[in-house]
């Protein structure tokens, strides 16, 4: 079936720094959504890309899906420690959605 | 207007009895979801109800599992004779159609004893 590698597992920045995390699949993806999990809630959507090569921006987060739609990316430029949490992506064909294993971002102040 | 609620919202057992978990989409959303996030980990997706269809249930780890959606709204997540690699948080979401946003509810988290 259906599966989507996410790397780095964990990713310690400080304060300022860049944050990138990547979604992998050896398979096409239709399309693919991007969730951000804080400590102790649920995960909260961020953005659907559905278009080979598209990107698309939300302030300090730019999302980019790959031309070949096999894999994705979040980029988070100078990053807060309102950034800290777990990213997930997510894609599916069927309606629900297979996710990685997540990545979680720790910001050092 | 109000979001996904699940409940309970903490739920402790011991090792063999039945637990039942229930949601409550999103009003007016079509397609219902489950997942399991065991602690420290990713989104484990279980079942997914769309509509009238079938519910797609490729992802119940065993017969123990079962779900049912009642009316096209409320879900309940059944588990018998738990065990205790079944503690985790189980998350319901809903989305307005087969291709929607998720939306996910707080989680209720199992622990079994």
């Known amino acids: 079936g259906q599966q989507v590698m996410q790397i780095p597992q964990y990713q310690h920045v400080q304060e300022g720094e860049d944050f990138t995390t990547y979604c992998n699949s050896s398979?096409?993806?239709?399309?693919i959504q991007w969730y951000k999990q804080r400590p102790g809630g649920h995960p909260v959507f961020l953005i659907q890309?559905?278009?080979?090569?598209e990107v698309k921006k939300q302030k300090r987060l730019t999302f980019q899906f790959g031309e070949a739609k096999k894999n994705s990316s979040l980029h988070i430029t100078a990053t807060q420690t309102t950034d800290v949490g777990t990213y997930f992506c997510?894609?599916?064909?069927?309606?629900?959605?297979?996710f990685g294993q997540g990545t979680t971002l720790q910001v050092k102040p | 207007g109000a979001g996904v609620s699940q409940s309970p919202s903490n739920k402790v057992t011991e090792k063999g009895k039945d637990v039942e978990l229930r949601c409550d989409p999103i009003?007016?959303?079509?397609?219902l979801y489950w997942y399991r996030q065991s602690l420290g980990q990713g989104l484990e997706f279980l079942i997914y109800?769309?509509?009238?269809?079938?519910?797609?249930k490729s992802g119940l780890p065993s017969d123990r599992f079962s779900a049912e959606r009642t009316g096209g709204s409320v879900s309940t997540l059944t588990i018998q004779r738990t065990q205790q690699e079944d503690s985790a948080v189980y998350l319901c979401?809903?989305?307005?159609?087969?291709?929607?946003?998720?939306?996910f509810g707080p989680g209720t988290r199992l622990t079994v004893l």
């Open positions: 979401a809903s989305s307005l159609g087969q291709y929607g946003t998720q939306y």
């Open positions: 398979t096409t993806l239709s399309n």
């Open positions: 890309l559905v278009k080979s090569g």
């Open positions: 997510g894609s599916g064909n069927t309606g629900k959605l297979i």
């Open positions: 009003s007016g959303h079509t397609a």
């Open positions: 109800f769309q509509g009238n269809s079938a519910p797609d």
